[in-house]
């Protein structure tokens, strides 16, 4: 792969993870285990305080869901920075094929070549 490529899919992945991190930041706590959810004080000012849990867990849901989505792109992000590092970059995890350098334009973090999915 040309290197001038690489060096503009590895900006395009340390940009996308420092974004990452800051989004999850926002919702989540870094710990050693990985992001844990913080809890939003939603407080009590509601008259009827069991809509008001329903709406608390409903709005944790999401939250978790978001958290979900934005830490799985993190680690496809920190797994092809890994593998820009250790040389197997743009080899597709399933059948070691070689990504075509347009896919991984449009996402430099992809796993699989187009064959393989995603
Ligand atoms: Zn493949």
Do not use: W
Request: aromatic share 4%; glycine share 6%.
């Amino acid at each position: 792969m040309n290197k001038e490529l690489v060096e503009t899919l590895i900006k395009k992945l340390q940009f996308e993870k420092d974004e990452l991190e800051h989004e999850l930041g926002q919702i989540s706590t870094k710990t050693e285990a990985g992001y844990e959810l913080k809890v939003p004080d939603f407080g009590s000012d509601t008259e009827d305080p069991e809509s008001e849990e329903a709406d608390e867990s409903e709005a944790l849901g999401a939250s978790l869901a978001v958290q979900n989505v934005l830490e799985a792109r993190l680690n496809h992000v920190e797994s092809a920075l890994r593998k820009i590092e250790q040389d197997s970059y743009g080899i597709c995890e399933k059948c070691k094929k070689q990504i075509t350098e347009r896919d991984l334009e449009i996402d430099p973090a992809r796993p699989h070549c187009r064959d393989c999915g995603e």
